[in-house]
């Protein structure tokens, strides 16, 4: 069990790596002072700046590090999310252009297809918090995909929801916190934008951390700025995972049709089978 533990945040946050095959703080160096604010309106100010959208949709290209080696493995892909319903990432071949791999998203469920070798593993999002003895859930992944502040295991946040950060500032920095039951911190880092920076989640110990950085904000296809890159460093016992998500474009509420059929005669495997592959890559 203290395995499955281990490896469950890599499954839910870089599954990618399946279908092929301490904590660090950054923050970008800023000379604009804050605006002085109470701990409601700057939490308002940053729900604020959250893109509003029914559902999002864009090319990209990420790249995975996986623990201390010096090469990326760079793969094309597409994102679309449709909003509390769905989040897809579909791995594209190079050049081509034709779907190799594919991860899906529920609130109900995580799938796994591997086009590349016609096998895939499906799993309750239960499954996982069981795993992972926390709240960490679909919503909060929405969230993260979409430089958004929220609460773990919640699906939106509300004014009633603001007494349960606590605000700290220097003169050019904001970081709300809060946590969960299990214990798990959340940090929420911005500017004088109000714009969320990073996001940085982890245990006490430290032993598990999750840093999400958010730079190169540029317009999406409703004017509003997005971040058209994202990098997540993922630490766990004696590993390190970076994941670099760069993308080309941000269309919003365009129409789109998600697949999440499973293909006839695929096999069906395991997530401990998942868990041994990762462990051997």
């Known amino acids: 069990m203290k395995n499955k533990k281990k490896y469950f945040y890599l499954i839910f946050l870089t599954g990618l790596l399946i279908m092929f095959s301490g904590c660090r703080t950054t923050r970008k160096a800023t000379s604009v002072s804050l605006n002085k604010m109470s701990k409601e309106d700057r939490i308002e100010s940053i729900k604020q700046q959250a893109i509003p959208f029914n559902t999002i949709s864009s090319s990209m290209r990420f790249s995975i590090k996986p623990g201390m080696k ?49 096998r895939y593993a499906s799993e309750s999002i239960q499954t996982f918090k069981e795993m992972a003895s926390f709240d960490f859930d679909f919503y909060s992944l929405q969230a993260l995909f979409t430089n958004q502040l929220f609460i773990a295991g919640k699906s ?42 990073q996001t940085e989640m982890y245990n006490d110990n430290k032993e598990v951390n999750i840093n999400w950085q958010y730079k190169d904000f540029g317009l999406a296809s409703n004017n509003r700025l ?53 462990q051997s890559l």
Request: no cysteine.
């Open 70 to 118: 010096k090469s990326n493995t760079t793969i094309p892909a597409q994102l679309r999310i449709i909003k509390d319903e769905i989040i897809q990432l579909s791995l594209r071949a190079p050049f081509i252009n034709t779907e190799v791999a594919r991860l899906t998203i529920t609130p109900e469920q995580i799938i796994f297809l591997d086009r590349s070798n016609r």
């Open 156 to 197: 939106s946040i509300s004014s009633n929801d603001y007494n349960t950060f606590n605000l700290n500032e220097d003169n050019f920095y904001t970081k709300l916190k809060n946590t969960d039951n299990q214990g798990i911190n959340y940090d929420f880092i911005s500017d004088y934008t109000n714009r969320i920076l």
């Open 226 to 278: 997005f971040p058209m890159k994202m990098t997540m460093d993922l630490t766990v016992p004696d590993d390190l995972i970076t994941l670099n998500l760069n993308l080309n474009s941000l269309d919003i509420d365009t129409d789109f049709r998600i697949d999440t059929s499973i293909p006839d005669r695929f096999q069906k495997i395991t997530i401990e089978q998942i868990i041994l592959l990762i």
